[in-house]
């Protein structure tokens, strides 16, 4: 089975009540605002994250624009980048009205999802450092470096089996070059399985990583054959 896999449609953390205004009519009862804000906010604060729930949340606003809470469609964008590389970001955004989208702090989201996509993860960590803005847009989500760390760990697993210690350290930006301790390093690539040997971290082969001999089929029907033949014939 591949590393990468969808957003789990019901997470296991999902209260009873989340799940019936889901399932059923009520998800476009404004009246039930309060509720999924609140499992959003529970979200933040025990690094969960329900992307149904929170795509419910952004459906309301869609209907009922005098709801919109500019801070939770900010929570709600931050939670989708570390799901990434699914599309859970994307599906947020399609949900937003076109004058949101020009919003700076959204602005702000797409350039560090952009960057997360085209796994350049140091322009990414420069970027985010470089402005207090990004800390603030990103405050309500508790451990929210940890789980971007984490995104960056899984494209790391189906594209390598080996990598250097110090490329790794800066795509994760920990590590003591990067003001961590090399203990928080060692920590991190171990609750991944990873192991590290002469500054080189191994990692376990998967089917992502795993290199696999390519074969070429080609298929040439009995009919194509004869013209072949035929055409050599009369030269």
């Not at 309301?60 to 919109?68: A, G, K, R």
């Not at 009205?97 to 702000?108: N, V």
């Amino acid at each position: 089975m591949s590393i990468l896999q969808a957003s789990p449609l019901i997470p296991p953390s999902r209260p009873e009540i989340i799940q019936s205004l889901i399932d059923g009519v009520d998800r476009y009862n404004p009246d039930n605002i309060s509720i999924l804000e609140e499992y959003l906010g529970a979200q933040l604060q025990n690094e969960e994250y329900d992307l149904m729930a929170n795509l419910a949340i952004l459906k309301l606003y869609q209907f009922n624009q005098h709801l919109i809470n500019d801070r939770v469609i900010i929570n709600i964008l931050v939670k989708a980048l570390t799901a990434i590389p699914n599309p859970d970001f994307n599906l947020c955004l399609y949900l937003l009205h076109e004058s949101a989208l020009a919003e700076d702090s959204i602005q702000k989201l797409l350039h560090l999802q952009s960057l997360l996509e085209q796994a350049r993860y140091r322009e990414f960590w420069h970027v985010y450092e470089s402005e207090e803005t990004y800390r603030i847009l990103t405050s309500e989500a508790i451990g929210f470096e940890n789980a971007i760390r984490k995104v960056i760990a899984r494209v790391v697993a189906i594209s390598f089996q080996t990598i250097s210690t110090e490329l790794l350290q800066s795509y994760l930006n920990i590590g003591a070059s990067n003001g961590h301790s090399d203990e928080d390093f060692s920590f991190f690539i171990e609750k991944q399985g990873w192991k590290e040997e002469n500054k080189v971290v191994h990692i376990p082969v998967n089917n992502d990583n795993e290199a696999k001999p390519t074969v070429i089929r080609e298929n040439i029907k009995f009919e194509q054959l004869t013209k072949v033949i035929g055409y050599s014939n009369e030269l």
